[in-house]
């Protein structure tokens, strides 16, 4: 519920001001979609459509572009609209729901993440009974977890930005409305708000990459006792996962595990894990995985035999 607020909108400063670089920002901020668009999306259709990726592995990866698709369309086409806009105000309501949008997907790919390294200790640390342990059903079950987990943390998110008091200051100077920039803005002590925000959004971030980092351990010393082509093979998998991982939590922790300050690079570090991780995971999963590379050269080659057909 919206508690003594005046402010019906909000007026975000975006990236820059200045008429030029608003014009450049419009540009690579489309490309830098339309290629997260691409690149997931040819992931999702590849694993829907392809009989060899059906481990657990890729059932992840499926969820994982969903995500990234998804996290990035919570962001990115709000600012390549007021990157060519003079008027660059967002309502209330439209700010918390990209509050809301913005953590459930950020938060769900932190899950995800957390299930593919799950899945990739339980194929290398306990091949015997990988495929029980990990059975569709389990699976499913796990996704549905991820799915829940993600809407209670966003609801938590709605109830601090609602709990705060705007009776004044609108100008957010950042480009997508956030709990941090909305901290500057409220008209009374948001110490407490703060802290819960530390203690919600920080945790998560900082207790993942810790138990991430720990999982990849375990699976790196594990791999001593493989055989040399097999060590390879997870090995590539594996160093895949951590480049994500890293990609992914270092700007969140950056940002959600300190106190309600606000650094000159803020606005970069964020576009990194905003817009720059999606466009990243899909070239770090093709790149360096042999069969979702095979599969997207069988699907291309269905759609040229078909193509010549018609």
Sequence with gaps: MQLNNSVTEFILLGLTQDPFWKKIVFVSIFFFYLGTLLGNLLIIITIKTSQTLQSPMYFFLFYLSLSDTCFSTSIAPRMIVDALSKNDTISFSECMIQVFTFHFFGCLEIFILILMAVDRY????????????????????????????????SLAQIFLALSLPFCGPNVINHYFCDLQPLLKLACSDTYVVNLLLVSNSGAICTLSFVMLMFSYVIILHTLRNHSAEGRKKALSTCISHIIVVILFFGPCIFIYTRPATTFPMDKMIAVFYTLGTPLLNPLIYTLRNTE??????KLWSKKLISDVKT
Excluded: D, F, N, Q
């Excluded at 091949?127 to 977890?145: D, E, K, N, Q, W």
């Excluded at 979702?292 to 050269?297: D, E, F, G, P, Y």
């Design 122 to 153: 339980v194929a290398i640390c306990k091949p015997l009974h990988y495929m029980t342990i990990m059975s569709h059903r389990v699976c499913g079950v796990l996704v549905a977890v991820a799915w829940v987990g993600s809407c209670v943390h």
């Design 292 to 297: 979702v590379k095979s599969a997207m050269r």
